[in-house]
Nanobody, 119 residues
């Protein structure tokens, strides 16, 4: 079973930057979507950014202009560059990849990495 391993989380001051990385432990063919979700304390998990197979991207309104998602299907890896961080960005961030084979959707999640924005 392929696993996703995130890194790059930590404590940062408001206005600072972090770069999250996610690497798969093995190959994943026919990748459809690579994404980052987050779960703030006491809240539900939410989609932060997504990149599709055609390199089209989506960002939640709350992070537009501040976060940038990128990825490499060949490895596969996915990154989230986070700039101008705010305290409300504090959350556990989860890497997500899915692939489609025939009519079956396969989903992969990372274990999560904590991002804390605080002075």
């Amino acid at each position: 079973q392929v696993q996703l391993v995130e890194s790059g989380g930590g404590l940062v001051q408001p206005g600072g930057s972090l770069r999250l990385s996610c690497a798969a432990s093995g190959s994943i063919s026919s990748i459809n979507v690579m994404a980052w979700h987050r779960q703030p304390p006491g809240k539900q998990r939410e989609l932060v950014a997504r990149i599709g197979s055609g390199s089209n991207t989506y960002y939640a309104d709350s992070v537009k202009g501040r976060f940038t998602i990128s990825g490499d299907n060949a490895i596969p890896t996915v990154y989230l560059q986070m700039n101008s961080l705010k305290p409300e960005d504090t959350a556990v961030y989860y890497c997500y990849i899915n692939r489609i084979r025939g009519i079956t959707l396969y989903e992969y999640w990372g274990q999560g990495t904590q991002v804390t924005v605080s002075s």
